[in-house]
């Protein structure tokens, strides 16, 4: 990655990369986005879940300026959507489901002809074309046509040429969507590395645990709002489902544990007891101090939290049908 970060210890104050307020879309009579607010600091990863239909690639069409909102303030790099959309499509970068590659050209022509779209001077471009390809391993294959490449391929192409503008923001729809698992973790590798240069970026994912391992926060879009908004761990200690798992290996102990933790629910065989908890470090330290006052010491404590799959289960099943 570059050394050289343009807005990097400048001084600049961190306004938001992304600022949205009251964001309304309807098609006809269906209200698909129904007043929402999102931000997310430069520099970090918004992700955007939710069901199918929710209204994620709406948000994310809107955002790049590819769909006209109804109603609401868009702000994408600093550059407000109504009154400058060009700046704003000129500092955000656009990949995933609406994909630049071309399957007839090679890896480098296609880079090429994305640093002919951004204007570039012949030499720049053979060096941001050269540099991009080294830098997501494609050199290799740079004089094949792209339809030969493998889907993790293609993907890495895809954000290499949208990185051929330098964007600030990038919009990153269902990156890893149909990658094997290695070469999601090189996308997650890949979007790492641009975020600690300070790109920001607004991530859409089916994966929850994409949104788990790249997310600064996560919004959870559902019926055209937003049903939660948090970091990964606000949005699993929101909803019930942790608990304290305590194992015994001397079945007294676990008999008299049993007898004196009247909530605990019982594994019998395992010697284990469930107390429900929301895990956080006051909760667990009282429950110590009752273990402690209890003359209860159990082998093994382990502290669950619900993970992402049951917060989203939690917040979108009223509405999915
Ligand atoms: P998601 O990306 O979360 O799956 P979308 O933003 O693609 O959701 O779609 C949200 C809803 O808006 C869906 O019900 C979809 O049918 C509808 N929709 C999206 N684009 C259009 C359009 N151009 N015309 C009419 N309805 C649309």
Redesign the pocket.
Known sequence: MSSSVPGQGTGRTASPAIEVSGLRKS??D?V?LDGIDLTAPEGTVLALL????????????ILSTL?TPDHGQVRVAGHDLATHPHHLRAAIGVTGQFSAVDGLLTGEENMRLMADLHHLPPAEARRVTADLLARFDLLDAAKKPASTYSGGMKRRLDIAMTLVGAPRVIFL?EPTTGLDPRSRHTMWQIIRALVADGVTVLL?TQYLEEADQLADRIAV?NGGKIAAEGTPDQLKRQIPGGHVRLRFTDPALYRTAVATLQVATRDDEALTLQIPSGGSQRELRSLLDWLDAAGIEADELTVHTPDLDDVFFALTQEVSR
């Open positions: 098609y006809g269906k698909v939710g069901p199918n239909g929710a209204g994620k690639t709406t948000a994310v069409k769909v729809d859409t879009l």
